[in-house]
Nanobody, 114 residues
Framework: QVQLVESGGGLVQPGGSLSLSCAAS????????MAWYRQAPGKQRELVAD???????SYADFVKGRFTISRDNAKNTVYLQMNSLQPDDTAVYYC????????WGQGTQVTVSS
């Protein structure tokens, strides 16, 4: 069983930055595939970025060049640095882990508004 706890969401003005963190339980974090998803009101949940155990990353087109996913295996934590935020980035952001099965965090709200 893997437990994921996100933090770092909040309200930011357009053009601003936020950093999300996701702390994972377990002793095998280094082999988890980790990812961030988001879900805006009335829309389906969508993949934002993922990172493999070997630290290979991939991004959705709508965040390329603005968001950066990273992981610290010593801290069992994955991060999402979000820059140049826009109102369309407003959503609940979910941490995801895959280790045999899928695991989800509870989500953290990100609101981009002036």
């Amino acid at each position: 069983q893997v437990q994921l706890v996100e933090s770092g969401g909040g309200l930011v003005q357009p053009g601003g930055s936020l950093s999300l963190s996701c702390a994972a339980s377990g002793t095998s974090f280094s082999v988890y595939v980790m990812a961030w998803y988001r879900q805006a009101p009335g829309k389906q949940r969508e993949l934002v970025a993922d990172i493999t155990p070997g630290r290979r990353t991939s991004y959705a087109d709508f965040v390329k060049g603005r968001f950066t996913i990273s992981r610290d295996n010593a801290k069992n934590t994955v991060y999402l640095q979000m820059n140049s935020l826009q109102p369309d980035d407003t959503a609940v952001y979910y941490c995801y882990a895959r280790w045999g099965k899928d695991y989800w965090g509870q989500g953290t709200q990100v609101t981009v508004s002036s």
